[in-house]
């Protein structure tokens, strides 16, 4: 459960550089003018004033898949037992080459059990990652993670997906142990995944353009409060912040408990 009060917050642009930020201030006051043509465009600054701002949380559609995007799925997998009512994070876009395609984890499928219980070569006290929780990342084998950190000087060596999130594979679990013995990062700022998704570029078209995934754009903070606490309601949150049709989605009971 996410506080209300925190996610009301407003951040001013003005002093991001972050270009989603920046994105979604624009489509919010396109929002605006739809319902209120002649509202005041307020969002028309002179140098020197404050920018729009926009809550911490925010999410919003867009057409096209970009890396650091989620992919929110919808009705039409509700009887896909892998991908049903999931939020994939996309990590990189790749190309259209067959062998550098999408891929990307699965944010909100717990699989409540610890590392240590299923690798005994985690039992290791020596080990930093025994006790941390694991995530069903994605049917493609090849293990994930996720590192965050507010400086990002101590995420070197991992590649960045959006400001503050950075991913690494298997292989680079030791390059991470080394980050946690020196204390860089905390465990609470990892999160492992057994697995991730994957597909080639035109597929990964093909099913939204069939209505499989609906496509965001969300708030840094929307992501690391996913890898943080229970993401459990994101599916649902992200659905409403995106507003219109996705708001009732997130309502529909599934197909097959209708």
């Given at each position: 459960?996410?506080?209300?009060?925190?996610?009301?917050?407003?951040?001013?642009?003005?002093?991001?550089?972050?270009?989603?930020?920046?994105?979604?201030?624009?489509?919010?006051?396109?929002?605006?003018?739809?319902?209120?043509?002649?509202?005041?465009?307020?969002?028309?600054?002179?140098?020197?004033?404050?920018?729009?701002?926009?809550?911490?949380?925010?999410?919003?559609?867009?057409?096209?898949?970009?890396?650091?995007?989620?992919?929110?799925?919808?009705?039409?997998?509700?009887?896909?037992?892998?991908?049903?009512?999931?939020?994939?994070?996309?990590?990189?876009?790749?190309?259209?080459?067959?062998?550098?395609?999408?891929?990307?984890?699965?944010?909100?499928?717990?699989?409540?059990?610890?590392?240590?219980?299923?690798?005994?070569?985690?039992?290791?006290?020596?080990?930093?990652?025994?006790?941390?929780?694991?995530?069903?990342?994605?049917?493609?084998?090849?293990?994930?993670?996720?590192?965050?950190?507010?400086?990002?000087?101590?995420?070197?060596?991992?590649?960045?997906?959006?400001?503050?999130?950075?991913?690494?594979?298997?292989?680079?679990?030791?390059?991470?142990?080394?980050?946690?013995?020196?204390?860089?990062?905390?465990?609470?700022?990892?999160?492992?995944?057994?697995?991730?998704?994957?597909?080639?570029?035109?597929?990964?078209?093909?099913?939204i353009r069939a209505g499989y995934?609906?496509?965001a754009s969300c708030?840094?903070?929307?992501?690391?409060?996913?890898?943080?606490?229970?993401?459990?309601?994101?599916?649902?949150?992200?659905?409403?912040?995106?507003?219109?049709?996705?708001?009732?989605?997130?309502?529909?009971?599934?197909?097959?408990?209708?």
């Amino acid at each position: 459960m996410h506080d209300e009060s925190k996610s009301s917050e407003p951040v001013n642009i003005s002093n991001s550089n972050y270009w989603r930020d920046v994105r979604a201030n624009l489509v919010r006051r396109e929002q605006e003018l739809l319902v209120d043509p002649i509202a005041p465009t307020e969002s028309k600054t002179s140098p020197g004033e404050p920018a729009q701002q926009l809550p911490q949380k925010w999410a919003h559609p867009i057409t096209m898949p970009e890396a650091g995007c989620v992919l929110v799925a919808t009705e039409v997998l509700d009887d896909d037992s892998i991908f049903e009512r999931t939020v994939i994070l996309l990590l990189r876009l790749g190309t259209r080459g067959t062998f550098d395609g999408p891929f990307g984890v699965i944010l909100n499928r717990p699989l409540y059990t610890k590392i240590k219980h299923v690798n005994p070569s985690f039992q290791d006290q020596a080990t930093p990652f025994g006790d941390s929780t694991l995530f069903f990342g994605g049917p493609v084998d090849m293990s994930m993670f996720l590192v965050r950190a507010a400086d990002n000087s101590r995420l070197k060596g991992f590649e960045e997906v959006i400001p503050g999130i950075r991913f690494g594979f298997r292989t680079d679990l030791e390059k991470a142990a080394v980050l946690m013995k020196s204390g860089a990062i905390r465990s609470q700022d990892l999160r492992f995944f057994v697995g991730h998704a994957a597909w080639d570029y035109e597929q990964l078209l093909s099913e939204i353009r069939a209505g499989y995934w609906a496509v965001a754009s969300c708030s840094t903070e929307l992501i690391s409060d996913a890898l943080t606490g229970d993401p459990s309601c994101l599916w649902t949150e992200i659905l409403q912040l995106m507003g219109g049709h996705y708001s009732e989605l997130s309502q529909k009971p599934k197909q097959d408990d209708q």
